[in-house]
């Protein structure tokens, strides 16, 4: 099955703590991208990809940090300096200028 | 700031009637532009895309597009309660950049 997988589903954080969230896509997609959404907000995009070791800030990177030594992986990294991370976590891949498809998303919590 | 706004809602309809849902957006050299659903919870799936001034149909979904006034909508004709969800409206920027920009969603419920 293609697909993109994330993990995983919740995922609890303490104070000071740095989380890494995984995404893996099989679809050969070049574009990866990271989006965090609030409760009844939209989707607001943190870091993207478009090729291998390269990505660039999206408009909430701060507090972020992502990396793509290969294809199929984006992962993100929540540090311990974004203040306000409890939120819904999704990943989406695609080709370039085409529809996204999103990951079923990382619930983060924080004790 | 490339921007695409929707009206939040919520709107309710019945069971069997059209509902419709509109976005506008500020960037006019946009070229693309997608609506995806997504229910509570879920992650968003992609319902259409459109691209060309005019309509596109499947099924009992609606894209129109209006390039000139910089409105996109999405029609639901025979509105089923499956269909309750929130919508978001999402278009590519002018330049070659690969990133969507989303609105912020409308909360669609179907009452049966």
């Known amino acids: 099955d293609g697909g993109i997988t994330q993990s995983p589903k919740y995922l609890f954080r303490k104070e000071g703590q740095n989380v890494t969230l995984s995404c893996e896509q099989n679809l050969n997609h070049d574009a990866m991208y990271w989006y965090r959404q609030d409760p009844g907000q939209g989707l607001r995009l943190i870091y993207y990809s478009q090729i291998v070791n390269d990505f660039q800030k999206g408009d909430i990177a701060e507090g972020y940090s992502v990396s793509r030594e290969k294809k199929e992986s984006f992962p993100l990294t929540v540090t311990s300096a974004q203040k306000n991370p409890t939120a819904f976590y999704l990943c989406?891949?695609?080709?370039?200028?085409?529809?996204?498809?999103f990951g079923p998303g990382t619930r983060l919590l924080v004790l | 700031q490339k921007e695409v706004e929707q009206n939040s809602g919520p709107l309710s309809v019945p069971e069997g009637a059209i509902a419709s849902l509109n976005c506008t957006y500020s960037?006019?050299?946009?070229?693309?532009f997608f609506w995806y659903r997504q229910y509570s919870g879920k992650s968003p799936e992609l319902i259409m895309f459109i691209y060309s001034n005019g309509d596109k149909e499947d099924g009992r979904f609606t894209a129109q597009l209006n390039k000139a006034s910089q409105y996109v909508s999405l029609l639901i004709r025979d509105s089923q309660p499956s269909d309750s969800a929130t919508y978001l409206c999402?278009?590519?920027?002018?330049?070659?950049?690969?990133?969507?920009?989303f609105g912020t969603g409308t909360s669609l419920t179907v009452i049966p």
């Open positions: 999402a278009g590519t920027p002018g330049n070659t950049g690969n990133q969507f920009y």
């Open positions: 960037d006019r050299g946009s070229q693309s």
């Open positions: 989406a891949s695609s080709r370039p200028q085409e529809t996204q498809y």
